[in-house]
């Protein structure tokens, strides 16, 4: 699904240290869904506050010369003077702040940035709260996206072609012991070195010569097919006849589109030796071999489940662009202003996942501390609102076509996670409600039925 929008629209509002504010730049909140709201609470509640906490403190704080829940009030107030704030600010603060949004029906979706505060005994609390709210979607005529379905039907060529694939990878290559020239189906195992032909070359007494230096290529025992398709023209044309022990040299002009970045476009001088001719032999299509490739009954039974295994995944491959064009018309179709809340969260996570993958290639932690994080961030930051634009949309489409996420899709979600993690499914849950991680499943699974309905709905 291409909106996997990492945003969760539940927030505890509760468990913030407020006043860092004062002291951390505050992230930066979209102006259009930026919102203000002045709190205070009158002093009795203040000094209630302080009142419980220092006696929550003075049962149990341990001083010298005192007994255990005997320290004076007075005490606990100096010596702790501190730590009693702390715990005040956080739960009246907390506490006074969703008071003051549920009687002005408001719902951030960011912690609020706390400012002009204050808070002292005998005084009343005073603190200005500053959020983003989601933005009012209208997604009036979404259902009038025109969808076409793809022509999903498997070709015979298709199919061959990955048939051929199993088959090439339970090959054998045996040497040819006749003595004979190479042919067209022989497979050549050459030793070569090339030299790429500079764009800029001048003319000296030597010859031709190039301007720049190349990398010169070079390779043994690498093995070719005469007149395979994934064989460059020129290596067919110059080794088919030759025999073993034969040098040839020859040029090779690459296409602009040639899957290796070095050679394409180019032209290469190459010095090639054959070194023996070889054929594949493939294991017979019979029913042995197909109990080899699997849990299949007979020949018959793996071709009929190859052919099915490629078609679905043909089918969802094709179905996922046509959902995914489907979703970009659809944030194109509709503009409203996006929490910048969601924007970033959405590019930790893009940058979490980049992170993981050049992890596991080998990067090292100490590369990885070396890399450009504002040029990284900047360059996901599209990607980024597009996903969470496409994220709000699906939800507001899911509410308007009452889309639910039933307990059984994220039990069957829990169960492949389990899988995957090697994590049991009681630990698992478990860590995922306390990490807010469940929540985020859900949204998900409902943005992803929802896309899925919707494309079923319009598709022609």
Known sequence: MAAEAQHDHHHDHAAHDHEHHHHEPAPTLNP??????????????????????????????????????KVPESLIKSRFAQQVRQEVLESLVSDKFRQALEAQHLNPVSQPQVSELQLAEGQPLKFKATFEVLPEINVEGYDAIKVQRPDAALTDEEYQAELDAVLDHHATVEPV??????????????????????????????????????????????????GGKNTVQAFTDALRGAQVGQEL???????????????????VNYDVTVKAIKKKSYPERDDEFAKQLGNYESWSDFETKLRERVASRKKNALETQARDKMLDELI????????????????????????????SQGMTAEAMRQLDFERLRAAQRDQAVNEVKASLVLDKIAELENITVSDEDIERELLMLSLQHREPMESLQKRLSEDGSLNR???????EKTGAALFDKLAA
Do not use: C, H, M
């Not at 709201?37 to 509640?45: L, R, T, Y």
């Not at 499943?441 to 943005?447: A, M, N, S």
């Open 441 to 447: 499943i859900r949204e998900q699974l409902r943005r």
């Open 332 to 359: 194109t179709k509709f503009q409203f202003p996006l929490p910048e809340t969601f924007v970033q969260q959405q590019i930790d996570a893009r940058l979490e996942r980049g992170l993981r993958a050049l992890a």
């Open 249 to 267: 040299t020859f040029e090779a002009s690459y296409p602009a589109e040639f899957g290796d970045a070095r050679l394409a476009g180019k032209t």
């Open 177 to 226: 012991e006749e003595d004979r020239p190479l042919a067209d189906g022989d497979w050549a195992e050459i030793s070569f070195k090339g030299n790429v032909q500079d764009l800029a070359q001048t003319v000296t007494e030597e010859g031709v010569e190039n301007k720049t230096q190349q990398p010169e290529l070079s390779g043994e025992d690498a093995l070719l097919e005469i």
């Open 32 to 69: 259009e869904l930026t919102r203000s709201i002045e709190v205070e609470a009158p002093a009795a509640d203040v000094d209630k506050a302080f009142r419980n906490v220092t006696r929550r403190y003075a049962k149990v704080a341990r001083i010298p010369g005192f007994r255990a829940g």
